[in-house]
């Protein structure tokens, strides 16, 4: 069993940066591969991130990539996403998740709670 907390996220212009942490509990957190992923209103759940249990493979959709960092520190059982250049489009939920690496949200079976990133344009 692995519980997920989330931290950051809020509001902020165009243009700006956030980071958003996951806080894992557990002794088997370099097991877990990690995803970030968020969902707009009356949009499906979107890949946004994922970073493989030892940190060294990394992975994101054209529409973050050179915008977005996925890093995790395995001492401290915590995965970041450091957002840059954020757009209005990326206003949604993210939520972070524990699981195998991948792109399909079905596929990790624990969860944050969701943090709400708001992005004014």
Known sequence: QVQLVQSGGGLVQ???SLLLSCAASGRTFSRYAMGWFRQAPG?????VSA??????VANYPDSVKGRFTIS??????TVYLQMNSLKHE???VYYCAA????????DYPYWGQGTQVTVSS
């Open 51 to 56: 970073i493989s249990g030892s940190g060294l």
């Open 90 to 92: 990326d206003t949604a």
């Open 43 to 47: 949009k499906d759940r979107e890949f």
């Open 99 to 106: 699981g195998p690496f991948g792109v399909n949200w079905s």
């Open 72 to 77: 995790r520190d395995n001492a401290k059982s």
């Open 14 to 16: 165009a243009g700006g």
